[in-house]
């Protein structure tokens, strides 16, 4: 089925489209037990007819703007385009309702679980962005919540288990592999296996089995989309440089939808330590096909980086297709620049980003110095969070 079945008003903002097996170019796909693929094919279908019911549509944006803050602004930052010769624009995820861009996925998709006739939704957590996003969201609507974190996550995390279980889930700590993120990921699916009947899995990023990829970035392109129109109504046209970090992708994908279609240069920016786009090989990994850090044997590797929320060893499929065919570029940032890029934003702007975020700033500040961001380019960011998440950690590195 094409993706012109849920935008038809719309076409100009037709993505690289997938294939009816949900593959974009060789990546993505559906991988997955025998016994999830009427699960994901329900979902599938659910999630065309919600997105051609108006009452569907119309419910989710009024939950988006009177919920979460939609629209957010677009903010042109003046005294740092000053200081850098360049003209730099922030699409502001970080003031919606809990602070991040994953508030957008989750009322989404718990609002598809509903539709569905959904009693309970799982989700996977890494730092705890996504499993806080997700209570958050089954909170609203009345769902039962369960989150599956790695045992290190929640022990590393413990403000964001408490921030869960505050708002009513329950928070599993996951032993195997290596008790992070991607051990979460798989335990998730396999209490889906058991659960389908009863449970939608909430995935946090454009990333897992057809429908998922497509799924996320659906429900995060309205942040493209807005920031395209806000852009052109300021300026007249497009930026010359669209810029977003990447763990999984769905900032970035969500982004990237509402410029891919311009000339617009599209770069994702990842952490060093998780910089799927470069150092990763193509493999199937948790239920699709793509780009993943792994050892000679295969194995996947841990990704580390200063920010937890990047430290997915793989990127969404349509990332490795974009970059593939050249639509977008990735590039990849260390932790020094992070820090510096995350000091510089607060100080100039007045704005302390969360981490996530700061890799794409890091990236242009790199970029305009090395004259790969030329001099007067016009340059849109995504700043996908806020940085009170990170101000204690950063406070322990730093001597102010
Ligand atoms: C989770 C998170 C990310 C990374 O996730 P994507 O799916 O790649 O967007 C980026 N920024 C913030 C603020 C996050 O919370």
Redesign the pocket.
Known sequence: MAIDKIDTDTESHLMADHQEDGKFGDFGGRFIPESLIPACRDLEEAFYEAFADKTFTDTLDHLLKTYAGRPTPLTYCGNLSEKLGIKLFLKR??LTHT????IN?VLGQALLAKRMGKKRMIAET??G??GV?AATAAAIFGLECVVFMGAVDVSRQALNVFRMKLLGAKVVPVTSGSATLKDAVNEALRDWVASVETTHYCI????GPHPYPLI?RQL?RILGDEAREQYREVAGEDPDFVV???????????TFAGFVDTKSRLVGVEAAGGAAMHNGIPGVVHGMRSRFLQDESGQILEAESI?A??D?PGI?PEHAYLGEIGRAQYSFVGDEEVIAAFRVLSETEGII?????AHALAYILRSVKEGTIPRSSSVLMT????GD?DVAQIMEMLEL
């Open positions: 995820e970080d602070g991040s861009h994953k996925n890494g730092a962005q996504h996003a946090g990023s454009a990333m996320v995060q977003a970090c990447v763990g999984g992708g769905s900032n970035a994908i969500g920010s929320g990047l997915y969404g980003p969360a981490l996530e975020p700043l996908s969070g806020r998440k």
